[in-house]
C-alpha cells in the first residue's frame, strides 16, 4: 500500500540505507534504525504499520525486540528478516507473534509481497477493532469516550 | 566434506571472516585421547591379581582348611584304631601263650596228683606217660621225677641225666616252696635255652617234684612264628629284660634286650616311639606289651612306625595328593576365569572407547554444525546488501535515459549475473544452514526425495572434482515418511562419501540414487550404487563391523559405516550391500513410513508437537 510507514529495523548500516532507497522509490515511508531500543523508542514516538526485523544484533536481539513491540500491544505487523536460517527461531517469532517470516538475501519483490500481506494483516486488525468499538458505542454510547480515549 | 576435513586435520581451527564479528575456536584435544598404554596395562594387571587373590581367598584357602582339618581327624581316627588293633592282637597272643603255658601246667599237675612216686619212678610208667603227653604234638623233651634231696628218681628224655643233682639248681628251691613253678629260659645241663615246668607233691611227708622241660622249639614256633608285616616282631623277654624268644631282628634269646622291661602290669599297653631314642632301645616304632602272670614274662610286639600305618598313611598321601589336585585346578580355573573376565572387561572398555569415540564424532559433527550456520548467516548479510545494490542500481537505470543500447544490453547481463551468481551463494547458504539444522537430532516428517536431493547438491561439487556423476532415480509417488533427518543425513553423507573414494584411480564414475516406495513393506527402498572399486568377499562380511577399514592408519576410523548400520537399524530399517570387485558397490536401505513404536515412545511430548507443527521453509 503506497504511503504504508515502514520501520525497518537491521544491525547493518548499508542494508538499511539501501532498503530505504529501494521501499522508498516504491511509495512506502521508510524509517531505518539499527538496534531494537532504537526501534522501541520510535514505536514509541511514531505510528507505524510495518516493521521489518533482523533478528541478530548486538544488544537487544530480534525475538526480544519482538516481545517489547508485542508489550506495546499496537496495530503493526512485525516481518522478520534475517540472515539466520533456523527454523527453531523462525517458529519462536511466529510463535510470539511475527507475520512472517523472509530470510536473507531476498529479492525486494519478494520482500514487497510480504510488506503489502502484512499491511492488509494490519489494515483487517485495525477494521475488525473499529468495528468492534463501534458495535460497543452503538450498544451503550456512555463508554464511547471511554473507549476512544483508552486508544492510543 | 571440506569442513569435516579441516576439523579432522588440525587441533586448532579459528576462522575468521575478516572484518566480520564471527570468530569460531574449536579445539579437539588429542590428548585425552591418547591413553598411556603402560598404565593401560598396568591397570588390568592389577586387576587380575586383585581378582585371582579375592577367588583364593574365597575359594582355596576354605577348600585347604577342610580339607586338612578332615585329613588330620582321619588320621587321629585311623591311628587310633590301628593301636587299638595292635593291643588286641598283643592280648590275643598273650593269652594264647598263658593257655599254652596252663595247659602243661595242669597236665603236670594232674599227673602228679593222681599218680604215686613209687608208681613214676618206675621208668616204663614214666615212658607211658611221657609218650602219652606227646601223642598228638611233642610238648615236652623230657620228664623227670625228683626226690627231695635233687636226686633223680627216674628220667624219660634223650639227654643222659639220671646222676644230675638238682638241689643247687635255682628251679628246685623255687619248686620246693611255692608247688608249682615254670622257669624261665636258661641253658642248664643241656647247653640249649630251655625252661622247665616243676610241680611238687607232698606225699607221706616227703615232697618229690614232677619235672617236664617243654618242647622249646614247639614253645618258640608259638611266638617266633608270629610275623607281622615285613618289620614287625614278637617276642618274650622276662622281667630282668632277658630275650625268652628269639626276636626277629633285635637279638637272639638269652641275650639281654636293649631296654628294661619295667615293672609288671596287668593291662596291655601301646607305646609309639618316634625319633631314635637310645634309652627305650626303640626308634621310629610301635609296641605293644602285655606280661604273663607266671612266669612273669613281657610279650612284646613291635613294628616299625612307618608300616604299621603305611596304609594310614597312603591314605593320607591320597587324600593330600588328591586336595591339592583339587586346589591346584581351582588356582588354574581362577587363572583361567579371571583371564576370560579381564579379556571381557577389556572388550567392554575398548566399547565404551568406541562409544566415546563416536560421541566426539557427533559433537565434532555438531560443531561443524555450528560453523556452517556462522558461515552462512555472516554471508547472507553482504549478499542482502550486494542484492539491495544491484536492485538500486536497476531502479536507477529504469529512470535514468541512455541511449547507448549496448551499455544498457550488458549491464541488464551483469545485473543478470549479478542476480544469478548471488542466488547461487544463497543456495549454498542456505544448504549449509539445513545441514547445520540437521546436526540436531530430532523426528519430523521428510521428503525424501527432496531429502535425497539436497544432500546431492551439498555433494556434487566434490564428486564433480572426482570426475563422479549423480544418477537420481527417485519415485515421484513417494509419501512423507517419519524419520530423524539429522542420522539419515549422516547415512547418506558417509555412503555417498564411501561411493565418491571407491573411485579412487578412476577417471569418472557414477552414483546412482534410486528411492522406490514399497506399499507391502510399507517402506522405501533406497539404493546407493557406484561405479567403483568394489569390495572383496572378504571384506564384505566385515564391512558394517566397527572399526574395520581398508584406508590407510590415520586416514578413516572405521566407523562410518557401522555408525550408519545402527542408525539405520535404530530407526526400524535395515541396510545391505552387494558388491563386485572392480564393477562397483551397490547398498540398499529399507526405511518404514513410519517410525517403530519404541522410538516413538521415546520421544518427548515436545518432539511430538513439534511432528505436528509444518515445517517452515526456509
Known amino acids: ?152 | 566434506m571440506v569442513l569435516d576435513t579441516i576439523l579432522t586435520n588440525s587441533d586448532l581451527i579459528i576462522i575468521s571472516i575478516t572484518g566480520e564479528k564471527i570468530k569460531l575456536k574449536h579445539r579437539i584435544n588429542r590428548k585425552s585421547n591418547n591413553i598411556d598404554p603402560n598404565r593401560e596395562s598396568q591397570k588390568y594387571s592389577r586387576l587380575f591379581r586383585n581378582f585371582t587373590v579375592l577367588t583364593i581367598v574365597c575359594s582355596l584357602i576354605p577348600l585347604l582348611l577342610v580339607g586338612w582339618g578332615i585329613n588330620i581327624h582321619y588320621t587321629k581316627f585311623a591311628k587310633s584304631r590301628m593301636i587299638n588293633s595292635i593291643q588286641s592282637r598283643v592280648e590275643h597272643h598273650g593269652k594264647i601263650i598263658k593257655l599254652f603255658l596252663e595247659e602243661h601246667s595242669s597236665k603236670l599237675k594232674l599227673i602228679a596228683f593222681t599218680h604215686s612216686k613209687s608208681y613214676l619212678r618206675e621208668p616204663a610208667h614214666l615212658q607211658h606217660i611221657f609218650e602219652m603227653m606227646n601223642k598228638e604234638h611233642s610238648v615236652i623233651t623230657d620228664i623227670g621225677v625228683i626226690d627231695e634231696n635233687g636226686r633223680h628218681l627216674a628220667y624219660i628224655g634223650p639227654y643222659d641225666l639220671m646222676d644230675k643233682n638238682y638241689s643247687q639248681a635255682f628251679w628246685f628251691a623255687e619248686a620246693m616252696e611255692k608247688g608249682i613253678y615254670i622257669s624261665d629260659m636258661f641253658m642248664g645241663f643241656r647247653k640249649e635255652p630251655h625252661f622247665i615246668i616243676a610241680v611238687t607233691r607232698s606225699e607221706e611227708g616227703k615232697k618229690w617234684i614232677l619235672r617236664a622241660t617243654v618242647n622249646s622249639q614247639a614253645f618258640r614256633s608259638l611266638v617266633e612264628n608270629v610275623r607281622i608285616g615285613k618289620t614287625g616282631e614278637v617276642y618274650l623277654v622276662n622281667s630282668d629284660g632277658i630275650f625268652q624268644t628269639s626276636p626277629r631282628f633285635s637279638g637272639n634269646i638269652m641275650e639281654k634286650a636293649p631296654f628294661r622291661p619295667g615293672p609288671y602290669h596287668d593291662e596291655a599297653t601301646v607305646n609309639i616311639f618316634k625319633g631314635g631314642n637310645p634309652e627305650s632301645g626303640f626308634s621310629n616304632q610301635i609296641t605293644a606289651e602285655t606280661w604273663l602272670s607266671n612266669p612273669q614274662w613281657k610279650l612284646v610286639v613291635k613294628q616299625d612306625y612307618s608300616e604299621a600305618f603305611a596304609d594310614v598313611n597312603h591314605a593320607n598321601f591320597a587324600t593330600l595328593i588328591f586336595l591339592h589336585l583339587s586346589a591346584l585346578s581351582i588356582l588354574i580355573v581362577t587363572i583361567f576365569i579371571t583371564k576370560y573376565m579381564i579379556s571381557m572387561i577389556k572388550k567392554r572398555d575398548i566399547e565404551a572407547e568406541n562409544l566415546n569415540q563416536q560421541l566426539m564424532q557427533a559433537g565434532k559433527l555438531a560443531s561443524i554444525g555450528e560453523l556452517a550456520a556462522g558461515v552462512a548467516h555472516e554471508i547472507n548479510n553482504p549478499l542482502a546488501i550486494i542484492l539491495t545494490e544491484r536492485q538500486i542500481l536497476l531502479d536507477l537505470f529504469g529512470i535514468t535515459k541512455i541511449d547507448d543500447a549496448e551499455f544498457s544490453r550488458q549491464l541488464k547481463e551483469s545485473m543478470d549475473q549479478i542476480d544469478v551468481q548471488a542466488l547461487r551463494c544463497k543456495t549454498i547458504t542456505h544448504n549449509l544452514l539445513r545441514f547445520s539444522r540437521r546436526t540436531q537430532s530430532m523426528i519430523e516428517t521428510i521428503d525424501l526425495n527432496q531429502f535425497l536431493e539436497e544432500v546431492i547438491d551439498l555433494m556434487e561439487r566434490e564428486a564433480k572434482t572426482s570426475g563422479i556423476k549423480f544418477i537420481p532415480d527417485l519415485d515421484t509417488s513417494l509419501p512423507p515418511i517419519l524419520s530423524d533427518p539429522s542420522q539419515l543425513q549422516q547415512v547418506f553423507l558417509n555412503l555417498i562419501n564411501n561411493a565418491i573414494n571407491a573411485h579412487e584411480g578412476k577417471p569418472y564414475g557414477t552414483i546412482s540414487i534410486t528411492t522406490r516406495g514399497d506399499e507391502n513393506k510399507k517402506g522405501v527402498q533406497i539404493t546407493f550404487a557406484d561405479t567403483g572399486s568394489g569390495i572383496s568377499q572378504g571384506n564384505i562380511e566385515k564391512i558394517f563391523d566397527p572399526f574395520f577399514t581398508t584406508k590407510e592408519v590415520g586416514k578413516g576410523t572405521g566407523l562410518g559405516l557401522s555408525i550408519c548400520y545402527t542408525i539405520i537399524k535404530k530407526l526400524g530399517g535395515n541396510i545391505t550391500v552387494k558388491s563386485k570387485i572392480n564393477e562397483g558397490t551397490e547398498f540398499e536401505l529399507f526405511l518404514p513410513f513410519d517410525l517403530p513404536a519404541e522410538l516413538k515412545e521415546s520421544m518427548t511430548d515436545d518432539d511430538q508437537n513439534e511432528l505436528s507443527s509444518t515445517r517452515i521453509k526456509i
Open chain 1, 1 to 152: 500500500m503506497i504511503g504504508s510507514k515502514i520501520l525497518l529495523v537491521d544491525d547493518e548500516i548499508i542494508f538499511t540505507n539501501n532498503m530505504s532507497k529501494l521501499l522508498t522509490s516504491r511509495g512506502y515511508l521508510v524509517t531505518a534504525v539499527n538496534n531494537g531500543e532504537s526501534a522501541i523508542r520510535m514505536l514509541e514516538e511514531k505510528d507505524f504499520d510495518v516493521v521489518v526485523l533482523d533478528l541478530k544484533m548486538p544488544g537487544m536481539d530480534g525475538i526480544t525486540t519482538l516481545k517489547e513491540i508485542k508489550k506495546l500491544g499496537l496495530f503493526t505487523e512485525t516481518l522478520i528478516l534475517t540472515g539466520h536460517g533456523s527454523v527453531d527461531t523462525a517458529l519462536e517469532a511466529i510463535k510470539i507473534g511475527a507475520y512472517d517470516y523472509l530470510a536473507k538475501p531476498c529479492e525486494i519483490d519478494e520482500l514487497v509481497e510480504k510488506i503489502e500481506g502484512a499491511w492488509q494483516q494490519k489494515d483487517a486488525d485495525e477494521k475488525k477493532d473499529m468495528q468492534e468499538k463501534i458495535q460497543k458505542v452503538i450498544e451503550s454510547p456512555s463508554d464511547a469516550f471511554k473507549l476512544f480515549k483508552k486508544k492510543k
